[in-house]
């Protein structure tokens, strides 16, 4: 398979590693701010970003698909938060997603995580269906927001 998994790295994030995940981040959010390096650059202070790059032999490599994990420190202990989570169209249904997320889990025991959070919408079939098949365990819990005024960079 031409895929390979890895976390993004300041040192190697490129004009064309952007360029190929504004588009997936449309893909997640259509009302999805422009991604910019420095955005990334921010995530990456607080957590990893994980992207699959696909090579086919016959082209250059693309970002086909992307996942973050956000570090969560309370007084209780670190946890971890699961965002971000898209593969693009033209490369679902080929175990992307389940990869992906399993990459989260693998890194959030090694920073000795407790657990890994994340919510999803209920219209998000696919989505509920993967994380509810790898072991996610929907909690009985109320979410709430409070919106600030402050938009979106
Ligand atoms: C959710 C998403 C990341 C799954 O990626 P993917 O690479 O297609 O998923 P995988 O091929 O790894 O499949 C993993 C599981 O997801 C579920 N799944 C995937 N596509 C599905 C579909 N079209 N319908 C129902 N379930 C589906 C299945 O349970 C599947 O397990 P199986 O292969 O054993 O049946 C992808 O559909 C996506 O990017 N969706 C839009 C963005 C989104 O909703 N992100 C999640 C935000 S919380």
Known sequence: MPYFLQALKSFILSDADIADMRPLLSQLD???????KDRIKQVMEHGRVVIIRHHPLDGNAHIVAMATLVFKEQLM?????????????????K??????????????????MTHLDLTSRPHRTAANNMYE?????????????????????
Not at 77 to 93: A, N, P, S
Not at 95 to 112: D, P, V, Y
């Open 30 to 36: 259509p009302q999805a701010p422009k991604l910019t």
């Open 77 to 93: 202990g670190r946890f971890g938060l699961i965002e971000d989570v898209v593969v693009d169209e033209k490369h679902r249904q």
């Open 95 to 112: 175990g992307l997603g389940r990869w992906l997320t399993q990459a989260l889990i693998a890194r959030a025991e090694i920073f000795g």
């Open 133 to 153: 098949k790898m072991g996610f365990l929907r909690r009985d819990t109320n979410v709430y927001r409070f919106v600030l005024k402050n938009k979106r960079p």
